[in-house]
């Protein structure tokens, strides 16, 4: 490895750690971006040290790529959020009504088996909106 690869490298691990709190699939791109620029500015016999200053502070990259967030990723987290609470919700009534079914044991079975459908569909939706919110 010579200093050129070292000083991509080096680069390369700054913008992982700056990048720690952006979308995976947004930082992957961003990072795969950088490195490929890196790699033609040194396959092209150019100056990566100059090339870095020119970049600025990896930080500074990263604070640009989140300002540009695309509105199509905040309303899915917004969509999330709100499937999250409703999930938990109607997670919470079904237990209800499954607890209630046990103690009484007054309700009919179409009623227990619709209650038993409906939380694990809440369960299900709060897996996938916990998933979606950490991307």
């Known amino acids: 490895m010579n200093n050129t690869d070292d000083l991509a490298t080096q680069y390369l691990n ?3 750690r700056a990048a720690r709190n952006l ?3 947004r930082r992957k791109a961003l990072r795969q971006q950088v490195a490929e620029h890196f790699q ?13 200053a020119r970049l600025g502070d990896p930080e500074d990259l ?9 509105p199509a990723s905040s309303g899915r987290r917004v969509l999330a959020v709100v499937l999250l609470v409703l999930a938990c919700l109607w997670g919470a009534g079904s ?6 079914t046990a103690a009484t044991q007054s309700m009919p079975a ?7 459908l409906a939380f694990v ?15």
């Open 40 to 52: 033609s500015v040194s396959e092209e016999g150019g100056d990566v040290a100059a090339e870095r």
């Open 14 to 16: 700054r913008l992982d």
């Open 121 to 135: 569909v809440a369960l299900l939706a709060v897996i996938w909106s916990v998933r979606a919110l950490r991307r």
């Open 110 to 116: 179409w009623l227990t088996g619709f209650a038993s």
């Open 95 to 100: 237990a209800l009504v499954l607890v209630f």
């Open 62 to 70: 990263v604070a640009a790529e989140m300002t540009n967030g695309s």
């Open 23 to 25: 979308p995976k699939n």
